[in-house]
């Protein structure tokens, strides 16, 4: 079965940084377009950013130069860095596989920036 975990949320002080892993397990991940998206209380979730299965990336405007999406087809992982947090930031970050015919989620990580 497919199976997402997420790891290296956390309390981070504003400026700071932290890097988020997402293993990955029960499909092709290589040929897998991966993606990490948020949710802060009270709003809705949000792409933060994506890459395809040729290394190609997208992110939103709000995350543009301070987040660097990247994935090792070897290890079947995701990472989503993340610098010069924001306490905007704040927010349970999730992973996405687009599989077909049905997209996956993980479980979710929290990541709170806060001093």
């Known amino acids: 079965q497919v199976q997402l975990v997420e790891s290296g949320g956390g309390l981070v002080q504003p400026g700071g940084s932290l890097r988020l892993s997402c293993a990955a397990s029960?499909?092709?991940?290589?040929?897998?377009?991966m993606a990490w998206y948020r949710q802060a209380p009270g709003k809705e979730r949000e792409l933060v950013a994506g890459?395809?299965?040729?290394?190609?990336?997208n992110y939103a405007d709000s995350v543009k130069g301070r987040f660097t999406i990247s994935r090792d087809n070897a290890k079947n992982t995701v990472y989503l860095q993340m610098n010069s947090l924001k306490s905007e930031d704040t927010a349970v970050y999730y992973c996405?596989?687009?599989?077909?015919?049905?997209?996956?989620w993980g479980q979710g990580t929290q990541v709170t920036v806060s001093s």
């Open positions: 890459i395809r299965s040729g290394g190609s990336t």
């Open positions: 029960g499909f092709t991940f290589s040929s897998t377009y």
């Open positions: 996405f596989a687009g599989t077909l015919p049905r997209n996956y």
